[in-house]
Nanobody, 128 residues
């Protein structure tokens, strides 16, 4: 049984918006750290937004002011609202989780090694 399932990807023109969703099992949704990562074609996967169970949120500089991460505890769903999309946002987007606080390190959270549970990804394509 998949523990994280992403949805909401698609193709949009530059300036458009998308909302990604990541539905988690009850156990995984209790994770201390949850994040969205993305992997552009032929590039490494890296974190774009982090949400910590205590409410703190961190964004990668490239998406600040355009992306919003949030969670709905009742629905056990993580969201990524993406506005003013740019062609450079084109990537496979993944949600990730880790039960321990160390994964939320401000220095390490963008690294894939910080997380131990992953979804299968959803593709976002932005055309100019």
């Amino acid at each position: 049984e998949a523990q994280l399932v992403e949805s909401g990807g698609g193709s949009v023109q530059a300036g458009g918006s998308l909302r990604l969703s990541c539905t988690a099992s009850e156990y995984v949704f209790r994770s201390f750290c949850m994040a969205w990562f993305r992997q552009p074609p032929e590039k490494e996967r890296a974190g774009v937004a982090l949400i910590i169970r205590d409410g703190r949120i961190i964004y990668r500089d490239a998406v600040k002011g355009r992306f919003t991460i949030s969670r709905d505890d009742d629905r056990k769903t993580l969201y990524l609202e993406m506005n003013n999309l740019k062609p450079e946002d084109t990537a496979m987007y993944y949600c990730a989780a880790h039960p321990q606080p160390f994964a939320c390190s401000p220095i390490k959270w963008t690294e894939i090694s910080s997380f131990n549970t992953w979804g299968q990804g959803t593709q976002v394509t932005v055309s100019s």
